[in-house]
């Protein structure tokens, strides 16, 4: 069935540094790719997506990517900032139009003042 | 003020009672979802529905019941079948059908004694 990976499963920067995570999906024809921030007792907020007719798009201090080809999509943060700090999920679009998406297993982001 | 909003925040129940999760959002949406998050998790999607007096089996739907009724609320039973019924659950919302662009609950803690 569809799978998404996640990697790392926590990440340390310093403030200032740029933090990358990266997931990995099993099925070709999954088509669209939302990346999630979570803070502690909240529920996940949509930071970013991508569909799959795009490479890249950026919005201020994160930018997503995808390669349909090697089936991985990343989530880019620069400037890091302590207020960055978070669990952050990357998901996938079952195919077939079902509704459904996929979550990886989470990133926990941690920037160091 | 638009949005989705769960109810309670924390709930405490004995093994063996069933147990309503509320879930309402006033964004016109016709797609709402219900999933399941453990700690150090990602999001296990439970039941979703795409349309009024509709819904659909998600990847861990035993010991769960739901219904939609009415476009903006889409309650979720948490049964005495359900094995490991202490969790974070998380309602969604969706104007596609398709299950893009999901926005999220502040979610309910669930904890069975």
């Known amino acids: 069935g569809e799978n998404v990976e996640q990697h790392p499963s926590t990440l340390s920067v310093q403030e200032g540094d740029s933090a990358v995570i990266k997931c990995t999906y099993s099925?070709?024809?999954?088509?669209?790719f939302p990346w999630y921030k979570q803070e502690l007792g909240k529920g996940p907020q949509l930071i970013i997506d991508?569909?799959?007719?795009?490479g890249e798009k950026k919005d201020q201090r994160i930018a997503v990517t995808l390669n349909k080809t090697a089936k991985h999509f990343s989530l880019h943060i620069t400037e890091t900032q302590p207020e960055d700090s978070a669990v952050y999920f990357c998901?996938?679009?079952?195919?077939?139009?079902?509704?459904?998406?996929?979550f990886g297993q989470g990133t926990t982001l941690q920037v160091k003042p | 003020d638009g949005g989705i909003t769960q109810s309670p925040k924390y709930l405490f129940r004995k093994e063996g009672q069933n147990v309503t999760l509320s879930c309402e959002q006033n964004?016109?949406?016709?797609?709402m979802y219900w999933y399941r998050q453990d700690p150090g998790q990602g999001l296990r999607l439970i039941y979703y529905?795409?349309?009024?007096?509709?819904?659909q089996k998600g990847d861990i739907a035993e010991g769960y019941s739901v219904s939609r009724e009415k476009k903006e609320s889409f309650p979720l039973t948490v049964t005495s079948a359900q094995k490991n019924p202490t969790a974070f659950y998380l309602c969604?919302?969706?104007?596609?059908?398709?299950?893009?662009?999901?926005?999220f609950g502040p979610g309910t803690r669930l904890t069975v004694t």
């Open positions: 969604a919302s969706s104007s596609s059908r398709e299950g893009l662009e999901q926005y």
């Open positions: 964004l016109n949406h016709d797609a």
């Open positions: 991508i569909r799959s007719n795009v």
């Open positions: 998901a996938a679009s079952y195919p077939s139009n079902t509704g459904k998406l996929i």
């Open positions: 529905s795409q349309i009024v007096n509709d819904f």
């Open positions: 099925d070709s024809a999954s088509n669209y």
